[in-house]
């Protein structure tokens, strides 16, 4: 029987893990919710879902959020998960689980995901731009993912659009992370934020609702003039866009639309921007920590 890697997810509010072969099959998929209680509940669980498949994985990825030196398996930060904050996770998990463990950022497995297999298997340099409550994402450089000196290349969602670098509002996550487009749409809307979503969003539009497409095309063009700028600083060969809200290929249309009004009006040529949809979406972060435990533990 062919061995897999046991690629386990952790997210804010659940766990997902599932074996995965050489072909990238997703076998015996399933997750559990997130514990909050401690290093101990969090390591237990970890234990416990690799319990199920003891014997039959010949190693542990882990894609775990926060700041992650993946050489030394530790979380400098670990998100919504502060009490790991520090936690030598892979070390620790080690002494459970006798089998090779690597670990990585879930941002970076999701565009190692798009690099190895996906949209931007084809380049060297590359960026991956992931739409979600924040702006998560990675730089891609010859093919590898950039850690950067303290692990935290990529971090966009911390980029400040304001001199008010004390108000996460005025962060590219608060400018562009999806809780900003529901909140202005329900403003416009006369609306709880609780009763807008992102594809309830895309249906008005569809509907012909002008507001609601004059308030896609500025959230946008704050995007596509991010992108513009990210394409001068580190001139990549593509930005694969992922996140919920690029399934839908207005967003991207539109994206790509203020690209096109931007690069109009600048007054210099210079390389534009090329852009396309990330390949991997629900399944990305478990993707990407397969190819980095091939990468770190086969080659």
């Known amino acids: 029987m062919e061995q897999t890697c046991l690629c386990i997810d952790v997210g804010g509010s659940s766990i997902k893990y599932a074996r995965i072969d050489s072909q990238r099959n997703l076998m015996d998929y399933g997750k559990v919710p997130t514990p909050y209680d401690g290093v101990e509940a969090y390591l237990d669980c970890l234990e416990k879902i690799y319990k199920k498949f003891e014997g039959r994985v010949s190693g542990i990825s882990l894609s775990v959020p926060g700041i992650i030196d993946s050489q030394k398996g530790i979380c400098v930060t670990a998100g919504n998960l502060r009490f790991a904050d520090g936690l030598s996770l892979v070390p620790e998990l080690k002494k459970r689980c006798d089998v090779p463990i690597t670990i990585m950022n879930d941002a970076k497995c999701a565009a190692l995901a798009e690099s190895t297999y996906g949209a931007l298997s084809d380049c060297r340099d590359g960026v991956v731009l992931v739409l979600g409550t924040g702006i998560g994402g990675a730089l891609i450089k010859n093919g590898q993912v950039h850690m950067g000196h303290h692990f935290a ?147």
């Open 153 to 299: 290349a990529g971090e966009f969602s911390f980029i400040s659009m304001t001199d008010y670098v004390d108000q996460p509002s005025n962060h590219w996550s608060g400018v562009n992370g999806n809780p900003r487009l529901t909140e202005l749409a329900a403003r416009l809307k006369g609306l709880p934020a609780s009763e807008v979503s992102g594809e309830l969003i895309f249906q008005w539009i569809k509907e012909g609702d002008q507001q609601m497409e004059k308030l896609l095309d500025e959230f946008t063009r704050i995007i596509a003039r991010m992108i513009m700028n990210l394409q001068f600083i580190y001139d990549p060969e593509r930005f694969a866009i992922g996140g919920g809200m690029s399934r839908q290929p207005m967003l991207i249309e539109s994206i790509q639309k203020n690209l096109d009004y931007l690069y109009a009006l600048y007054p210099y040529e210079v390389p534009k921007a090329e852009i396309a949809v990330c390949q991997y979406y629900n399944e990305a972060n478990l993707i990407g920590a397969y190819s980095n435990f091939v990468r770190s533990i086969c080659d």
